[in-house]
């Protein structure tokens, strides 16, 4: 039996060639199930919300300068989980930090992802491109880790702001107490009188004349002019944060008067402080 | 043929006394936030700005330092928080009128208060610069709150007689100015300053958008009658 059929399929062209027509196919078939899947992957980890992150750094490399916040992302989120999380869903409420990090983890947001899916979103390309690129933008929206990244950039700006300031505030005070003449070269003669006058009012010309220094260093320095803007005055800064210290405010001032600048309305929230000490036998009785 | 601004605010201008002269401007109604003209502390390195207009300007935490300034008229100018600093400016045909806030005319950058080398190169060049000057400074229409004028020759400074006047170094010495008890704290600071800074005069101003404008008008006139202020 076995051989006459294999006698037949051997002899027989029509049959033969239906038998290879059909092996080809079942060829093609799983050749294109592969290619579906190759496609689906590759698609997958393109729109992975893990390489949100590098996209974020990406971002923030390629804006004006290292130290800024990542800028947010231009698409809003379209996608079905966000649409129903938005339109408020009945149920208990959940408490939405926990929450977040359950749902990064269940879409693998802690996981590393390779510069290369991330570097592809860069290279020009079409309509799945952009879809891609949305869908990414959209991740880092979402993304904890995204916001926890921009959250630390802008903590260390904060950081270098501040020991920049209070290296600025520390030679300013240093070079008047090395140099107590500059204290009549930097105030007018109103402001000396006033400091003749009363003690009080001489502390208070002290710091008055370590912002001029301060301020004279800045003016002095094209680096410096790029970072702080002295403004000084009732109900104002001390300084003004320019460039990659955009939206800092700064004040010098002894340790003692931290609280009362930092309860200051308008600005002393969010306020930068450089600290100085005036010398013990100042003023002069 | 002057360019003219006309309500503009001008922020963060900077001026590295790149020896240029800027000249033919006029600025109505300005703002002028932080800009510093003229930042150097080489008194051979200025800037020079000359046909120059200010009217009804203000400024918060401006100043010259070693800039040439020649043929400006200030008419107006309010400092919002520190007075207008030039450290070592030089004048010539400098016209201020009108009320102005806060003007202070210090000789040097605040560096030469710490290296006299800077100090001394100022004044040689002060004094040079103003062997060739007819007069530097109008000040005869001015209505100010405070005006300090440090190092500029007393005679080179057109006043008004009545409100201001010229006391020189001979007729002024530290014990005389410490008998003298009627002098109130304006002009003895004045004057100790002048003393400490060895300059050959100075000039009092009562200024008078000040509160004690009539007694510094008085105090003028006792010190003209006690010979130690020039008499007109």
Known sequence: MNERQSTHRTSDPPARYNADMARTATKGEKSLASLTFLVSLVALVAAAPVSGLTAAWLQTASSSSAWSEPAAPAIAPSYPETRDRVSGKSGPARDRLSSELSRDLRQGYEQSCGWEAVGSLDAPGGGAQAAIRERVMANIARSRSAREASNFAGHVRRVEATSTFQALVGRANARLARNPSLFADVLSEDELIASASHAGLARANWGNVVERLAADEIVSSPQLRGLFRHVGGAGNPDFIGLGRYGGLNFDATTVRQITTHMNRPGYGHNLIIGTYSRPGWFPLR | ?232
């Not at chain 2, 005069?201 to 010190?223: G, M, N, Y």
């Open chain 2, 1 to 232: 043929m002057m360019k003219v601004f006309e309500g503009r605010e001008f922020a963060d201008v900077y001026d590295d006394a790149s020896g240029g002269v800027f000249r033919g401007f006029r600025f109505i109604d300005c703002a002028f936030v932080s800009c510093w003209l003229s930042i150097s502390d080489d008194a051979d390195k200025r800037t020079t700005f000359r046909d120059v207009e200010l009217v009804g300007a203000s400024h918060i935490n401006c100043g010259l330092n070693s800039a040439v300034v020649e043929d400006v008229i200030v008419e107006g100018l309010t400092s919002k928080r520190d007075p207008l600093f030039c450290r070592g400016a030089v004048f010539k045909h400098v016209v201020l009128r009108g009320d102005v806030d806060r003007i202070v005319l210090k000789p040097h950058p605040i560096s030469g208060a710490e290296d006299q080398a800077v100090a001394k190169s100022f004044s040689e060049f002060r004094r040079a610069y103003y062997s060739d000057v007819d007069w530097a400074l109008d000040i005869s229409e001015v209505s100010c709150v405070e005006l300090n004028i440090h190092s500029i020759p007393g005679d080179l400074v057109r006043r008004d007689p009545r409100t201001q006047a010229i006391v020189r170094r001979d007729s002024i010495s530290a014990n005389l100015l410490s008998g003298i008890s009627w002098l109130g704290p304006e002009f003895t600071m004045s004057l100790e300053l002048f003393l400490n800074r060895g300059d050959e005069d100075v000039v009092l101003i009562a200024p008078k958008k000040k509160p004690q404008f009539s007694r510094l008008v008085d105090e003028i006139e006792r010190l003209r009658d006690a010979g130690i202020a020039d008499r007109d």
